[in-house]
C-alpha cells in the first residue's frame, strides 16, 4: 500500500484531566464569589430597612422592653462594619439567629421546613420531567402535526397559569377527595403508621401535583426545542445514512447531545421552582420553605427571612454547579477545552 | 404620489398583516394582547360598578346583572377585573420595557466596548443570574414600601440580566460584519456606529424580549401580590386571586371570584409567550430541518405539467 | 440489455420538489438521469444551488419531509425509492454509503470516534465486540490515521482528520459504491489534496464505483471517467473528461471551464459567469440557461432542449448541440 502522509492527532491538547480540573475549578470559584456576594447582599439588604429590622417587626404583644432586648441580641446598636463582621462569624459556625416570631434558632425551623419540602419538590420535579419529556419528545418527532400543535398547547397552557391559582383550580377540582392543606390530619392521632403514612401521602398529592404541573409546560418547551435543533444536527444526518433507523438515531446520537442543553435550561429554571414551591406551599399551607418565606414576610421576621433566602440561594447555586458537573460528564468538548 | 412616510407606514402595515396571517401563533398571541391592552386602557369606560360600591350579598353568584358574580364584600367581580387589567398589565408592560432597556444597554455596552467591561458587566449578570427571582424580589419587596412603581422596579431589577445576555452575544456577531468593521476604518464614532449600525439589527430582538418579558413581569406580579406584597390600595389580578385566597372564595364555593383574574393572568402570559417566540423566530431564523422524523418525504407520480 | 450485469446505481428521471413556507413549490431537481457502473468514477459538477447535493440526498433516501421525489432509483438493479425509508435502509451504508461536505459537523460530538465506526459494524452484522475494534483500528490504518484517534472526539481532530476518519467509516461495510458531496471544502489546499489522495486510491484498491459530487471542474477532469454538469436541477451536458473539457456542447460547460481557468484553486465559488441561475419556485419555460446564455436565440425562449446525443456517449441539453456554432 503506496504509503500515505499521515497527519498525526494535534499534541495531547492538554490532558482530559486538566481540562475537567480547570473547568471545575471555575465553576467552583464562580459559586463561591456567588455565595459571598449573595450573602453580603443579605446582610446589606435587610440593614436597609428604615428604622431597623426591629422595629418593624410584627409580632404582637411585643413590648419595647423586648424591642430593645431584640436589639441588643441582634447587635442591631453596633456600627455596620463590625455587624457585617460578626454575622459573618455567626454564619461561620452555622448560626443564622434566632427567630424574632418563635425564639427558635434559624436552623432549626429551617431544618423542618427542608424536611418537609423536598419530599413535595421531588416527586412534583420527577412528575414535571417524566411528563415533559414525554411531550417534548413526542412533540419534536411528530414535528409539525397535530399531536405537535397538541402537545405544544397543553405545554404552553401549563406554563401561563400562575401556580397560586393551579393550586387553587386543584383544590376546586379535587375538593370532598382530597384534603385542601396541611401536612397531615391534626385529629389522626392514635392511628398505626401507615394509616397516618397514608394520610400524609393523600396531602402530599396535590401540593406535588400542582408543583409538577406548573413545571411541566416549561420542560416540555424545553425539551421540545432542544431535541429540535439536535435533530436539525449534520451527525443525526449521518446516523441516518449509515442505516440506523429513526428510533435508534434518536436514542443512540440526538439525545445525548440534546441532553447538553436540556441540562443547562433546566439548572436555569431552578430559581422558577423556588418560586413556585414559595407559592405553592403558601396556597396549601405546606410548611415548607416557601412557607416559611410567607410567614416570615407577614411577620417580618428577618432572621427567618434572611435565613431562608440564604438557604434557596444557596441551593440554587449548589444545584448551578451539579448541573456543570454533568454537563462536565456529557460534553467530552468542556473536559479536554 | 403620498408622502413616503405614509407610504413606507403602509407598506410596513401590509407586511406585517402577511406575516400575521402566516403565523397563526403570532397572530392568536398578537389578539390576546390586544385585547388586554384594549381593556386596561377603556377599562373605566367599561367599568359596570364602581370597585367599592356594595351591590349585593357576601359572594352573590353570577346573574346576568353580574356575569362573573360578586365578592366578599359584594362587588362586582367583572368592575374588579376590568380595574385589575389595567394595574397588572400597566406593571407588565413598564416592568418589561424598563428592563429590556437596562438589559439591551447592558448588553450593548458589554458587547460592544469588551475587553474589562465586558467581563465586569457578565460577571455581575452572572451573579444576577443564578440567584433566584422570587426570593430576592420578597426580600426587596419586604423592606421597600409597597407601591406600583416600586413593583415595576422590583421585577425590572430582576428580569434584565437575560436580556442583556441575549444582546451581547448579538452584538459580539454585529461587530464583526463588514459594515461596522468598515464603518470604523473610515472613523464614524462610536455612537453613530452603534445607532446606525447596531441597534437597527437588534430592534427585532429587543421587542421580541420586551414582549416575552411581559409574560414573566405579569407573573411576577402575581406571585408578589399574592404574597401580600402588592399595593393594597389598588386592585391587580394577583391581588384579587389573594384576596379570594385569604379570604375563603375556595370553601364558599365562589368559583367566580377565583378563576376570572388566574386565566386572564394566564392569556395574557400566553399571548405574550406566542407573539414573543414568533417574532423571535422572525428575527433570527433558524433553517430548522429535522433529519429524523416521523414523517418522509412524499413519492409522487410525475405531473404532465411539470414534464419539460 | 447489453450488459451482463445491471449498474450498481442507476436513476432515471428523477424530479423533486420542495415545499415553500408561502405555500409554494421548489423544483429542485428536473428529470435528473445517472447511472453509475461497476468501478465507475462519476463526477456532477455546477454551481451551488443546481441541485447536485438534492441528487446525493435523494440517491441515500434522506430528504427531509418537506420534500416529494418522483422517478426511479435502482440499487444493484432493486427498486428502492417507491419502496421509501424501510427499501432505502436495507442499502444504506451496505451497498452505498456516503461521505459528507467537510464543512458539516458529520461526526457526533459527544460520542468517540472509535465507537461511531463499530457501532455501524455492529449495526450491519459485519463484526462485534474486539473484532469490530480490530476493523475499526485496520479501517483508521487504511486513511493514514494512527490508531488513538478512535480514543478521540470529534473536537480533537483537524479537519483533514475528520474527512478521513468519515472516510474510514464510509468504508466500514465495504460498500460497492461511494458518495462524495464536496468532501474538501472547507479544507485548505494541501489538506484537500491529501484527502483527495486517499479517495482516489482507495477507491481503485478497493474497486469502489464513486460519485463525486463537486463544484472543482479540474478535479473532476482528474479524477472522474464521466462527467455530468448540473444546471438548475438538470443535467445539461455529460460525457466523457474529454468530452466535456476539450469538446464540450453546452454553452454552460464551456464557460463554467473559463471561469475556472483563472480561479484555478478550485476552491473559490464560480461567481464569474454572469448573471443567476433562474429561479426554480415557478416554472421555467424555455431553457433554462437562456438569460446567461451568450448563443441564445428567440426559439430557445420556447422551447425547452433535450439531451441529444452528440457522440457514444456524449449529450448535451443544447439546441445547437453538434452543430458547431460559435460563441458570440
New interface residues.
Given amino acids: ?2 504509503a ?7 499534541a495531547d ?1 492538554g490532558s482530559a484531566l486538566g481540562g475537567s480540573v480547570g473547568y471545575l475549578a471555575r465553576r467552583l470559584a ?1 459559586a463561591l ?2 455565595v459571598v ?2 450573602i453580603s ?2 446582610f446589606l ?2 440593614r ?3 428604622g431597623d429590622a426591629a422595629s418593624m417587626v410584627k409580632v404582637p404583644g411585643l413590648s419595647a422592653a423586648e424591642r430593645m432586648q431584640i436589639r441588643a441580641d441582634f447587635g442591631l446598636d453596633q456600627p455596620l462594619g463590625s455587624q457585617y463582621l460578626h454575622y459573618l462569624g455567626q454564619l461561620a459556625h452555622g448560626n443564622l439567629g434566632i427567630s424574632f416570631e418563635n425564639r427558635k434558632p434559624v436552623t432549626v425551623n429551617l431544618w423542618q421546613a427542608v424536611a418537609n419540602t423536598m419530599p413535595m419538590v421531588l416527586l412534583g420535579t420527577v412528575f414535571a420531567l417524566v411528563a415533559g419529556m414525554a411531550t417534548g419528545l413526542i412533540a ?6 397535530v399531536l405537535d400543535a397538541g402537545g405544544l398547547g397543553a405545554a ?2 401549563f ?8 393550586g ?2 386543584l ?2 377540582l379535587a ?1 370532598g377527595h382530597l384534603p ?1 392543606g396541611g401536612i397531615s390530619d391534626v385529629f389522626l392521632t392514635g392511628a398505626d403508621w401507615w394509616a397516618r403514612a397514608a394520610d400524609h401521602v393523600r396531602h402530599l398529592l396535590l401540593p406535588a401535583l400542582t408543583f409538577g404541573l406548573a413545571s411541566y409546560g416549561q420542560y416540555a418547551v424545553i425539551i421540545r426545542t432542544s431535541m ?2 439536535t ?16 428510533w ?3 436514542r ?3 439525545l ?2 440534546a441532553m ?1 442543553p436540556i441540562t443547562t435550561l433546566i439548572a ?1 429554571s ?3 421552582l ?2 413556585g414551591a ?2 405553592i406551599e ?2 396549601f399551607s405546606w410548611p415548607g420553605v416557601g412557607l416559611a ?2 410567614d416570615a ?2 411577620a ?1 421576621d428577618y432572621p427567618m ?1 434572611e435565613g ?2 440564604l438557604l ?2 444557596v441551593s ?2 449548589l444545584c ?1 454547579l451539579l448541573a456543570d458537573l454533568v454537563y462536565l460528564r ?4 468542556i473536559r ?1 477545552a | 404620489m403620498p408622502p413616503t412616510s405614509s407610504l413606507n407606514a403602509a407598506t410596513a402595515a401590509r407586511r406585517w398583516l402577511t406575516w400575521l396571517r402566516q403565523n397563526p401563533a403570532a397572530l392568536i398571541g398578537g389578539a390576546l394582547l390586544t385585547a388586554f391592552a384594549v381593556l386596561a386602557l377603556f377599562g373605566p369606560l367599561l367599568t359596570p360598578f364602581g370597585i367599592d360600591q356594595r351591590v349585593g350579598p357576601v359572594y352573590g353568584a353570577p346573574s346576568p346583572a353580574h356575569p362573573l358574580g360578586l365578592d366578599d364584600s359584594g362587588v362586582d367581580m367583572l368592575s374588579l377585573l376590568i380595574a385589575g387589567t389595567r394595574i397588572s398589565m400597566l406593571v407588565g408592560l413598564a416592568a418589561s420595557m424598563v428592563s429590556v432597556l437596562v438589559g439591551g444597554f447592558v448588553g450593548v455596552t458589554a458587547g460592544y466596548i469588551g475587553g474589562w467591561v465586558d467581563t465586569a458587566l457578565m460577571r455581575i449578570t452572572d451573579y444576577f443570574i443564578v440567584i433566584p427571582a422570587l426570593p430576592l424580589m420578597i426580600v426587596v419587596a419586604t423592606v421597600w414600601a409597597p407601591s406600583v412603581v416600586h413593583m415595576v422596579l422590583i421585577i425590572a431589577l430582576l428580569l434584565w440580566t437575560s436580556t442583556a445576555r441575549l444582546i451581547r452575544a448579538q452584538v459580539l456577531a454585529l461587530k464583526e460584519r463588514v459594515s461596522v468593521r468598515r464603518a470604523r476604518a473610515i472613523g464614524a464614532g462610536h455612537a453613530r456606529i452603534v445607532l446606525r449600525h447596531i441597534v437597527p439589527d437588534i430592534v427585532g430582538l429587543l421587542v421580541a424580549t420586551t414582549v416575552l418579558a411581559v409574560s414573566v413581569a405579569v407573573f411576577f406580579e402575581a406571585a408578589l401580590s399574592f404574597l401580600g406584597l402588592g399595593d393594597p390600595a389598588t386592585v391587580s389580578w394577583g391581588r384579587l386571586i389573594q384576596i379570594a385566597f385569604e379570604r375563603t372564595a375556595i370553601s364558599s364555593g365562589a368559583w367566580w371570584a377565583i378563576i376570572p383574574p388566574g386565566l386572564c393572568i394566564a392569556l395574557v402570559v400566553l399571548g405574550s409567550s406566542l407573539l414573543g417566540t414568533a417574532i423571535q423566530h422572525a428575527a433570527n431564523p433558524k433553517a430548522g430541518i429535522a433529519h429524523v422524523s416521523s414523517r418522509t418525504f412524499r413519492i409522487r407520480p410525475v405531473p404532465e405539467a411539470s414534464r419539460d | 440489455m447489453t450488459e451482463s450485469s445491471s449498474p450498481l446505481l442507476e436513476a432515471s428521471d428523477l424530479n423533486v420538489w420542495f415545499d415553500l413556507p408561502d405555500g409554494g413549490e421548489l423544483h429542485a431537481l428536473r428529470g435528473v438521469d445517472l447511472r453509475v457502473g461497476s468501478r465507475e468514477k462519476l463526477g456532477i459538477v455546477g454551481e451551488s444551488g443546481c441541485g447536485k447535493s438534492t441528487l446525493l440526498m435523494t440517491l441515500m433516501g434522506l430528504l427531509p419531509p418537506s420534500a416529494s421525489a418522483s422517478g426511479s432509483i435502482r440499487i444493484s438493479g432493486q427498486e428502492v425509492l417507491a419502496g421509501g425509508e424501510r427499501a432505502f435502509r436495507t442499502h444504506r451504508w451496505k451497498d452505498i454509503a456516503v461521505v459528507f461536505q467537510g464543512a458539516m459537523n458529520a461526526l457526533n460530538p459527544v460520542m468517540r470516534i472509535g465507537r461511531q465506526i463499530t457501532e455501524v459494524l455492529e449495526l450491519h452484522d459485519v463484526a462485534t465486540g474486539p473484532a469490530a475494534e480490530a476493523r475499526a483500528r485496520d479501517l483508521v490504518t487504511l486513511v493514514g490515521l494512527p490508531d488513538v484517534i478512535l480514543r478521540r472526539y470529534n473536537h480533537e481532530l483537524s479537519g483533514g482528520m475528520r474527512q478521513r476518519v468519515s472516510l474510514a467509516m464510509a468504508l466500514a461495510c465495504e460498500p460497492q459504491v461511494l458518495l462524495a458531496d464536496e468532501p474538501t471544502t472547507a479544507l485548505d489546499v494541501m489538506v484537500a489534496a491529501q484527502v483527495l489522495g486517499v479517495i482516489d486510491r482507495l477507491t481503485r484498491e478497493l474497486d469502489l464505483a464513486l460519485v463525486l459530487v463537486t463544484h472543482d471542474l479540474p478535479l473532476v477532469t482528474r479524477t472522474c471517467d464521466r462527467i455530468q454538469v448540473m444546471y438548475a436541477g438538470k443535467v445539461v451536458e455529460t460525457g466523457t473528461p474529454a468530452d466535456v473539457y476539450h469538446r464540450s456542447e453546452h454553452p454552460y460547460t464551456r464557460l463554467l471551464f473559463a471561469a475556472t481557468a483563472d480561479v484555478h484553486s478550485g476552491r473559490e465559488e464560480l461567481v464569474s459567469i454572469a448573471g443567476s441561475p433562474p429561479r426554480l419556485d415557478e416554472p421555467v419555460a424555455g431553457c433554462a440557461f437562456l438569460p446567461r446564455c451568450p448563443m441564445a436565440r428567440e426559439e430557445c425562449m420556447t422551447e425547452a432542449p433535450q439531451l441529444l446525443q452528440v457522440a457514444s456517449g456524449h449529450a448535451a441539453a443544447c439546441r445547437f448541440a453538434g452543430q458547431k456554432v460559435r460563441m458570440s
Fill in positions: 500500500m503506496a500515505v502522509v499521515a497527519t498525526t492527532p494535534r491538547t464562580v464569589v456567588t456576594v449573595a447582599a443579605n439588604l435587610f436597609a430597612v428604615p419534536a418527532w411528530r414535528r409539525g402535526t404552553l397552557a406554563y401561563a397559569m400562575p401556580a397560586q391559582w393551579l387553587l383550580m383544590i376546586l375538593a385542601s429540535l435543533e435533530l436539525g444536527e449534520d451527525y443525526v444526518l449521518t446516523a441516518r445514512a449509515k442505516g440506523f433507523s429513526h435508534s438515531v434518536v443512540r446520537h440526538a445525548p447531545n447538553l436555569m431552578l430559581g422558577l423556588v418560586s414559595i407559592l403558601t396556597v418565606v410567607y414576610v407577614k417580618r427571612l431562608d433566602f434557596l440561594t440554587v447555586i448551578n456529557l460534553d467530552p468538548r479536554s
